[in-house]
C-alpha cells in the first residue's frame, strides 16, 4: 500500500500538495495525518474533492510499503506516521519546501527545492512530465501556492512560484474561486486576540534591526492564529514579528519576517521548532510567558549576527565649514586635507553639505565669494553611532550622498565617506561567494507589453547593429521613465556607449534605408524613418557649461556620466538593447526610488545655474506626474531666481519649455507653480496669475478642446492660443517685446501674435451690439487668425458675442456659394469687375440667409443683371 500524507493541522499548502501528488502516485491513498487549519476544514465542506481521503483508522499501518510525505520531514509533525517513517524496509518519498534540519527523515527520493510553497514544487514536476490538470485539480493546487506565497507577494516568493501559478492558470485554475476558498474572516474571538496582540507589542533593537513581539492568552490553540501574524504585519508595516501565543501548559511561537538579516527559521528551530526564513513557528514546553519570551530573544540575539554600526567605521575628528565660508576658501581648505565633501556646520548642528565636485564648478562660474550655505545640499540625511551598516549603505549609495555626517547629541561626532563604505565592502568581498549574482531588473516583458511590435523590432535591431559594431546602446531618459510609469511615450532617445554615435547612426539608417540628420557639434543624429517618425541618437557624453545659462560644451564620456549631466533623477535610467542584454534596466542614481516616492530632484547643486530652463521643466514634471519637488531642489531653484541667473538664458530655450508647458493638459497648474515658484515673472515682469487668470486660461483650453472636436480644416495651433491666454494682460507693446525676447519667428506664428489687437478691437466692436447681420461678422472677423478668435471666444463675457463667434467658427467661416465665376459668366454676364461683385453680393446673402439654394442664385443673378442693363439703358436714354 502507498500513502500520501502530510503534517499536522494541515493547510492549504498541505491540502494542495497532497492532491498533486496522487496525480504522481495514482494508486496511493490520500489521508491526513491529523488535524486541519479551520480554514482549510470550512473550505473543504464547500467543495467536491477531486479524490477521496481515508480517515486514519481507516489505514493499517502494517500494510504500508511507501510512504509519500509532502510540505514536511518530520517524524514528530506527522502523527501517527512518525513511529512508521522509523521502520525499517518502508521506502519514503519525501516532497518539501521547507530548509534541512538535523531532525529530517531521509528518504529514497528526495525532491527538496526552496520554493515559495510545497505544492508549486509538485506543480512543475507536473508541467515537466506534461500530466494533465482538470480546472477544478488547478485551482486547488493554485491556492495552495496562494496561501504560501501570500497571493505571490511574499518575499519568500520566487520565480518558480509565478512559473508554476502560470501553468495552473493555463490549465483552467479559476482565481475567483481561489479567492473564495482562501478568505478568512475573523470571528470575534480571533478580533479580540488580534486587538490583545496589537496592545501588546514590544519592539527590541537587535544589531540595528527592530524586533517586534506581541504576547497573547488563548485556551485553545489553533494553527488558524497565524493568519493573524500577517494582518499585524500589515496594519503596523512592521518587517519582523515574533508572536506568543500561552495556552496555559505550553507557548506557541509564530514567526514572521521580511527582512532579510533576520531568518526567523533559525530562530525557531533554536527553540525547537522549525520552518522559512521568512515563515516559521515553534513550541515551547513546560514554560511561563515570562519565561517563553527569555528564551525567545536569547535565541533571536544568538540568531542575528551583529553588525558593525557607523562609530566603527566612521571618519574623526570631522573637518567642517562655518555657512558664511566663501568658497573658495572652501575649496582650499579641501585641497589642503585631502578631502571631497565636509558638513556645513552652525554652532555645533550640521546645516547641509558641500562637495568639492559642487566647489570646483561654482568657482568656475565666477561664484567664489558666494557663502558656502547657498550651494550646500541642505536635504540631507544623518546617522547616529550606533546606527547600522545597512542603513548607512542605504543613505549613502541608495540616495546618493557622498558624505553622511555622525550626529552625538545632535553635534557632528564624525563622518562616513564613500571611501568608508568601500573599504567595509573589500572586506564583505573577501567573506562573501564570488559567483554571488546580482539582482537585475529586466524590463523585456513590459517592453512587449507597452510598446508596439514594430518599435520592439527598432529597438532589438538597433541593440543589434551596436554590438555588431562593438558599441554597447540603450534607451534613455523620459522613454524609458514613462515605460515604467506606463504612460504613453514613444519618443525614443538612444545613447552609443564605446564609440561614436554619428557613426552608429549612420550604419544603422544605411541597413534600414532610414535618412539620417547628423549635428557634429553635440555628436548626436536624429534617424528620420520613411513615416515620418524620428529617433534621436547621442554619443555618451559629458557636457559643461563655459557660463550660466550657456549652452553646453560636449565631451565624449561613459553612460553612468552621460545619464548624470541629465535634468533630474527621474530621467536617469537607461535600457540595454544589445542582444543577451536587452531589457536590462540600468539604475545609477536611484531614479526607481524617486519615481516610486513620486518625487522630483535634482542630480547636482548648480543644475539650475548651469540650465535654467531645468526649473521650468521641474515644475512642468511635478504637475504633470503629480510628483512633489524635493526640499533641496527647491531651495536650488528659489537660490538660481535670487541669483537672476535666467538673464543670460537665449529667448529660444525659454520658448521651448513655455511651448512645452502649454501643450501639457496641466498647463493650469504649472503655469500656477511657476507663479508660487517666482519663475513666471522671468518670462515677463507683468505676467500676473490669480485665480480669475487662472479660469480665464482654463477657459481658453477648453474652447480650444470645443474646437478641435469640431474636426474643421483650420487646425490651430494649441500653444499660441494659450500663450495669448497668458499674455492677456500684456499691452501691445508688452507683447511685441516678449515676441522678440523670446525669438518667436515663422510667419503665422507672428501673424496670430500682430493680430491680437485687431481681435481686441472685433471683440470691442461686438460687445457694442452694432454688429447685426451675418455679412459684417464675417467682414469683421475674416482676416483673424483662428487662434485669435478661439482667444475671442474664450475673453467673451456676453452670451451674443459667444453665440456670433461660434456660429462664425462653425457656420460662417465655411460658406461658399453654389456659384462660381465660370457660371456667372455662362449666364451672359461679360468678363470683368461686374463679376467680381455679383460673388461678393451672393456671398454677403448666402451669410444673411437671403440665398438658400442655387436656383436662389441664379435667380439673383438674372435679377442683377436686369437691374444692371436697365441702369445702362437709363444713362444711355439721358445722355441722348
Given at each position: 500500500m502507498e500513502v500520501i500524507t502530510s503534517h499536522t493541522n494541515a493547510d492549504f499548502d498541505t491540502f494542495a500538495s497532497m492532491i498533486a501528488a496522487k496525480k504522481l502516485y495514482p494508486r496511493a491513498r490520500l489521508v491526513f495525518s491529523g488535524s486541519l487549519e479551520k480554514s482549510l476544514k470550512n473550505a473543504l465542506e464547500t467543495i467536491s474533492l477531486p479524490y477521496k481521503f481515508d480517515r486514519i483508522k481507516?489505514?493499517?499501518?502494517?500494510?504500508?510499503?511507501?510512504?509519500?510525505?509532502?510540505?514536511?520531514?518530520?517524524?514528530?509533525?506527522?502523527?501517527?506516521?512518525?513511529?512508521?517513517?522509523?521502520?525499517?524496509?518502508?521506502?519514503?518519498?519525501?516532497?518539501?519546501?521547507?530548509p534541512s534540519t538535523e531532525e529530517d527523515i531521509q528518504g529514497s527520493l528526495e525532491v527538496i527545492k526552496p520554493y515559495g510553497s510545497s505544492t508549486t514544487v509538485l506543480t512543475l514536476i507536473l508541467k515537466e512530465r506534461a500530466i494533465p490538470l482538470t480546472p477544478e485539480e488547478a485551482t486547488i493546487l493554485m491556492a495552495g501556492i496562494y496561501e504560501d506565497t501570500g497571493s505571490l507577494t511574499y518575499p519568500s516568493t520566487t520565480a518558480s512560484d509565478y512559473e508554476a501559478a502560470s501553468f495552473l492558470l493555463s490549465n483552467g485554475a479559476d482565481l475567483p474561486a481561489v479567492s473564495a476558498l482562501l478568505r478568512k474572516e475573523l470571528t470575534p474571538e480571533e478580533v479580540a486576540l488580534l486587538n490583545e496582540f496589537l496592545q501588546s507589542e514590544t519592539t527590541y533593537t537587535v544589531s540595528g534591526l527592530d524586533i517586534v513581539v506581541a504576547e497573547g492568552y488563548l485556551e485553545k490553540y489553533t494553527g488558524d492564529i497565524s493568519t493573524l501574524a500577517h494582518k499585524i504585519m500589515d496594519i503596523e508595516s512592521m518587517s519582523c514579528l515574533f508572536m506568543l501565543v500561552d495556552t496555559e501548559d505550553r507557548v506557541h511561537v509564530i514567526a514572521r519576517s521580511r527582512a532579510p538579516r533576520v531568518d526567523v527559521g533559525k530562530v525557531a528551530r533554536a527553540v525547537g521548532g522549525g520552518g522559512h526564513s521568512t515563515a516559521a513557528s515553534a513550541t515551547i514546553k513546560g514554560a511561563t510567558l515570562i519565561e517563553a519570551k527569555?528564551?525567545?530573544?536569547?535565541?533571536?540575539?544568538?540568531?542575528?549576527?551583529?553588525?558593525?554600526?557607523?562609530?566603527?567605521?566612521?571618519?574623526?575628528?570631522?573637518?567642517?565649514?562655518?555657512?558664511?565660508?566663501?568658497?573658495?576658501?572652501?575649496?582650499?581648505?579641501?585641497?589642503?586635507?585631502?578631502?571631497?565633501?565636509?558638513?556645513?556646520?552652525?554652532?555645533?548642528?550640521?546645516?547641509?553639505?558641500?562637495?568639492?565636485?559642487?566647489?570646483?564648478?561654482a568657482v568656475y562660474h565666477g561664484l567664489g565669494s558666494a557663502p558656502v550655505e547657498d550651494y550646500m545640499t541642505t536635504e540631507i540625511e544623518t546617522v547616529t553611532a550606533d546606527t547600522s551598516v545597512d542603513e548607512i549603505r542605504e543613505k549613502v549609495v541608495g540616495h546618493g550622498q557622498r558624505l553622511l555626517p555622525v550626529l552625538k547629541d545632535k553635534k557632528v561626532a564624525g563622518v562616513i565617506t564613500r571611501t568608508d563604505l568601500l573599504k567595509l565592502l573589500q572586506e564583505e568581498l573577501r567573506e562573501a561567494s564570488k559567483d554571488k549574482a546580482l539582482k537585475v531588473r529586466h524590463l523585456s516583458k513590459l517592453i512587449q507589453e507597452r510598446l508596439p511590435a514594430w518599435a520592439v523590432e527598432i529597438l532589438k535591431d538597433a541593440g543589434g547593429v551596436a554590438e555588431a559594431s562593438g558599441l554597447k546602446a540603450y534607451a534613455v531618459g523620459g522613454f524609458v521613465r514613462d515605460l515604467i510609469l506606463r504612460r504613453e511615450n514613444l519618443d525614443i532617445d538612444i545613447v552609443i556607449e564605446g564609440g561614436d554615435g554619428i557613426a552608429f547612426a549612420t550604419d544603422f539608417a544605411g541597413k534600414r534605408g532610414l535618412r539620417v540628420k547628423t549635428h557634429h557639434r553635440f555628436r548626436t543624429a536624429v534617424l528620420i524613418f520613411p513615416d515620418g517618425f524620428k529617433i534621436d541618437v547621442a554619443t555618451a557624453r559629458l557636457e559643461y557649461y563655459e557660463k550660466p545659462a550657456a549652452l553646453p560644451t560636449v565631451e565624449q564620456s561613459s553612460l553612468k556620466l552621460d545619464l548624470y549631466r541629465r535634468d533630474f533623477i527621474i530621467n536617469t535610467l537607461a535600457i540595454a538593447l544589445c542582444p543577451g542584454k536587452f531589457g536590462e534596466l540600468i539604475d545609477f542614481f536611484g531614479a526607481q526610488k524617486d519615481i516610486k516616492e513620486k518625487t522630483i530632484r535634482v542630480l547636482h547643486n548648480l543644475s539650475f545655474v548651469e540650465d535654467p530652463t531645468r526649473a521650468l521643466r521641474a515644475a512642468r514634471f511635478a504637475e504633470k506626474f503629480d510628483f512633489k519637488i524635493s526640499k533641496h531642489t527647491l531651495h536650488l531653484?528659489?537660490?538660481?531666481?535670487?541669483?537672476?541667473?535666467?538673464?543670460?538664458?537665449?529667448?529660444?530655450?525659454?520658448?521651448?519649455?513655455?511651448?512645452?508647458?502649454?501643450?501639457?493638459?496641466?498647463?493650469?497648474?504649472?503655469?500656477?507653480?511657476?507663479?508660487?515658484?517666482?519663475?513666471?515673472?522671468?518670462?515677463?515682469?507683468?505676467?500676473?496669475?490669480?485665480?480669475?487668470?487662472?479660469?480665464?486660461?482654463?477657459?481658453?483650453?477648453?474652447?480650444?478642446?470645443?474646437?478641435?472636436?469640431?474636426?474643421?480644416?483650420?487646425?490651430?495651433e494649441g500653444w499660441l492660443v494659450l500663450l495669448l491666454a497668458l499674455t492677456d494682460p500684456l499691452t501691445e507693446e508688452d507683447l511685441k517685446g516678449l515676441v522678440k525676447r523670446l525669438m518667436i519667428s515663422g510667419k503665422k506664428k507672428i501673424s496670430v501674435l500682430d493680430s491680437r489687437g485687431a481681435g481686441i478691437k472685433a471683440l470691442n466692436m461686438l460687445n457694442s451690439g452694432l454688429v447685426k447681420k451675418n455679412s459684417s461678422l464675417y467682414s469683421l472677423l475674416d482676416e483673424l487668425p483662428i487662434e485669435v478668435i478661439i482667444y475671442l471666444l474664450a475673453k467673451a463675457q456676453r452670451e451674443h458675442v459667444k453665440r456670433s463667434l461660434s456660429n462664425y467658427i462653425t457656420k460662417l467661416k465655411y460658406t461658399e456659394t453654389a456659384l462660381k465665376g465660370a457660371d456667372v459668366k455662362k449666364m451672359g454676364v461679360e468678363e470683368g469687375p461686374v463679376i467680381g461683385e455679383i460673388l461678393r453680393e451672393l456671398f454677403n446673402r448666402r451669410l444673411d440667409g437671403e440665398l438658400l439654394a442655387r436656383e436662389d442664385e441664379e435667380r439673383f443673378v438674372r435679377d442683377y443683371v436686369s437691374t444692371k442693363k436697365r441702369q445702362k439703358d437709363r444713362r444711355a436714354a439721358k445722355k441722348n
Open positions: 481507516e489505514i493499517k499501518l502494517d500494510q504500508v510499503k511507501r510512504l509519500i510525505l509532502v510540505d514536511v520531514r518530520q517524524a514528530g509533525r506527522i502523527g501517527p506516521f512518525g513511529e512508521l517513517a522509523k521502520k525499517p524496509g518502508i521506502d519514503i518519498h519525501i516532497y518539501d519546501h521547507h527569555e528564551i525567545l530573544l536569547s535565541a533571536i540575539r544568538k540568531s542575528i549576527v551583529p553588525e558593525r554600526a557607523a562609530k566603527d567605521i566612521m571618519s574623526f575628528p570631522p573637518i567642517t565649514l562655518p555657512p558664511q565660508t566663501r568658497l573658495n576658501e572652501a575649496i582650499e581648505l579641501m585641497r589642503r586635507y585631502g578631502i571631497n565633501a565636509a558638513p556645513v556646520v552652525r554652532n555645533g548642528s550640521v546645516s547641509g553639505v558641500i562637495t568639492r565636485q559642487v566647489l570646483d564648478k531653484i528659489k537660490n538660481a531666481v535670487k541669483l537672476d541667473v535666467f538673464k543670460e538664458l537665449s529667448g529660444a530655450r525659454l520658448l521651448e519649455e513655455l511651448k512645452n508647458i502649454l501643450k501639457e493638459e496641466t498647463a493650469a497648474k504649472c503655469i500656477k507653480r511657476l507663479h508660487e515658484l517666482g519663475l513666471l515673472k522671468l518670462i515677463h515682469g507683468s505676467i500676473t496669475w490669480d485665480l480669475n487668470r487662472e479660469i480665464f486660461f482654463e477657459r481658453t483650453r477648453e474652447t480650444l478642446i470645443w474646437h478641435e472636436l469640431l474636426y474643421t480644416k483650420d487646425k490651430a
